[in-house]
């Protein structure tokens, strides 16, 4: 374990079919006005919104309703969000939805009792949090992010093209989060594969990088053969309870900051996959999917050690009589399978990215210098005509 | 994931060489009148207790020392503690020491203000908390026990010869834990392998039990991988970092509750160890040592599967061309002989437990009905027989 941690969490989990029925308990102290933060409607369709209505009203808790939190959440949309806080002297948000709806929450309650512009405060330069902030609560209907356990938001300004993600305190995570794997059977298949990829994505960005043989990585271990296992049952059957919630624990662990601790990460991937969506406007797990194996067979022999690791560790790749780099590419072999039996993407071209738009996507590539390689522009590059 | 499942775990974990440097900030608002809880004085040998004695001057507190908290905290060291701290007005207890003296300063923070008789009403009776709890902060200076993390206790009433375990709530739970894994360095070998061993046994009892498919088993044997790697290390070199690190964080993760969530567990083991500790007054991790082999060997059959799991994940055993049992033996094997590197007990006689003493002690262990198989006292006799 490298250097100095400090691990904290307080976010109470409430997991299993009918986890709902926390909601009440855990509201019981913190006022009476619940702001209630939600995304384009689906949850009044499949039932959660009625029946958390009827908690809150059980509970006598005088509700403002703020739908409308799309895919990435905007500033416009937080500033919509400060007025509300503001006019109506909001005791605790309520966040029903996936990562965005988390993600927009915490920015809010960082965000409504700032005195300055809390977008370039706590944004653009990233200052700490000083003023009051309000209690946030999350009741999950996507997996994926992670959003419902840490203290991470990524807010987008479309007046100035920036998306810009920032990790607040521990001040700042969930009070709670109601993890109920059946309020997520609903999601489609797409999106519900495309959210397995990015649980994996967390989890490989964390993992690869480094040198030291960490008990996080080992735990990281554990995470990725739970996925691996767990998905190829789900996406056969997606109300498969014990696949799905075991994937469903297995989110919310692989981005609560445990797996990171003491070691050193890399995110370059999501990088590149956040300019890929700029341009494509694709769904995240799958822009992701799209230039994974291509970036980790472009840096597998600056950090062969972890990537014969992984063969072995995650896939049981069998070492008898193999070099490292055939250890190494049998592991990523056996990555790339499983990707394809998920129905994953593989290619930026199934995104809809032509030849004509990869130079446009490598400007847009933050290049971090934590991973076995540093990225130039011109690897970008190559990493993207490979993901063709 | 089995069942409804609540996880709640505040204690801030401060970690890593020099981590000691947070305990002043983390006493920053618990009040000025500190319970300096500690056992037998090794602390003062070590210099822990000079570094710490200056941080609590340094931040203004008035320290009252509780020193003498033996390996097995008694009941009546605990009614020494209850009057110290209605007479002197405690804000905070600070626990300086291993998992005895945190187990200690749990059973005082919930008893200090009960109203009726403590031990009959949280340990006897096992009732729900209800009045006001005085909170516990840890600096840990041994590994194994997991107590800096987790809501449990363990007193002794030496009167009756009752030994009871508590698990409180979230409330009992440590505000924080300092743990830095150089304080470990002078634990004499002996008990620092012994240690090694309680934590094997902690994750043992969560794991074989059950028959979901869990993601708590996964993490699990990333935690045994991360012990077994590093405990060849630290035996060889106490002073190596890296593994007493690795160890010390394995530790706490190995039983602070995350790894038990959603599904079945045995502690059968820790119940033949109680007892062979109550006629030996052995090392409690050599006592689970010398005992976990033929009670495994004898519930095999029983839970094939998770054994065959076990094999092949935490000991990465070839299945080529073996039968599911002798895969199983094969993993069973592997642990043999890592107990064995590392200079575990592996016979009771080594505890100084002599043929005339099985009979009291199988007298002595409680059969629960939790793990593959239920054991009866003709069951546990032959256990014992096979331990000697």
Request: charged letters at 20%; glycine letters at 8%; one cysteine or more.
């Amino acid at each position: 374990m490298l250097g100095q941690i400090t691990y904290a969490n307080p976010t109470k989990l409430y997991f299993g079919e009918g986890a709902l029925k926390n909601l009440g308990p855990a509201l019981q102290n913190v006022g009476k006005k619940i702001l209630l933060v939600y995304g384009g409607g689906s949850i009044k369709k499949n039932g959660i919104y009625d029946s958390i209505c009827k908690i809150l009203k059980e509970n006598n808790k005088d509700v403002l309703e703020l739908p409308g939190v799309m895919a990435n959440p905007t500033l416009a949309k937080l500033h919509d969000g400060i007025k509300l806080v503001n006019t109506h002297k909001i005791d605790f948000i309520l966040a029903v939805g996936g990562g965005s709806v988390c993600d927009y929450a915490k920015a809010l309650a960082a965000s409504a009792y700032c005195k300055e512009d809390p977008w370039d405060k706590y944004f653009v330069k990233q200052l700490p949090v000083d003023n009051a902030v309000l209690p946030v609560g999350c009741v999950l209907t996507m997996v994926g992010t992670g959003s419902e356990m840490n203290a991470g938001s990524v807010i987008t300004d479309h007046s100035t093209d920036m998306k810009i993600g920032r990790i607040f305190g521990e001040e700042l995570m969930p009070k709670f989060a109601v993890l109920d794997p059946t309020f997520t059977y609903t999601v489609p298949q797409y999106q519900m594969i495309a959210g397995f990829f990015d649980i994996m994505s967390h989890i490989m960005e964390q993992y690869f990088s480094g040198t030291d043989d960490n008990t996080s990585d080992y735990l990281a271990e554990g995470l990725m053969r739970s996925l691996v296992h767990n998905s190829r049952i789900a996406v056969k059957n997606p109300k498969d309870y014990e696949a799905r919630s075991n994937i469903m624990w297995t989110a919310t662990w692989a981005l609560n900051t445990l797996i990171g601790m003491g070691k050193e990460q890399d995110w370059e991937v999501h990088m590149i996959g956040h300019a890929v969506s700029a341009i494509t406007n694709a769904t995240h797990g799958m822009t992701l999917a799209s230039v994974s194996l291509p970036y980790y067979h472009f840096i597998m022999d600056a950090g062969l050690p972890k990537f014969v690791r992984f063969a072995k560790n995650v896939w049981h790749i069998d070492p008898t009589g193999k070099t490292d780099e055939e250890i190494a590419k049998a592991g990523l072999d056996a990555l790339k399978a499983w990707m394809s039996d998920i129905g994953l993407v593989m290619h930026l071209s199934e995104l809809g990215a032509t030849p004509e738009n990869l130079d446009a996507i490598a400007d847009g590539v933050i290049l971090l210098e934590n991973g076995y390689k540093h990225l130039t522009r011109e690897d970008v590059v190559s990493i993207l005509k490979a993901s063709m």
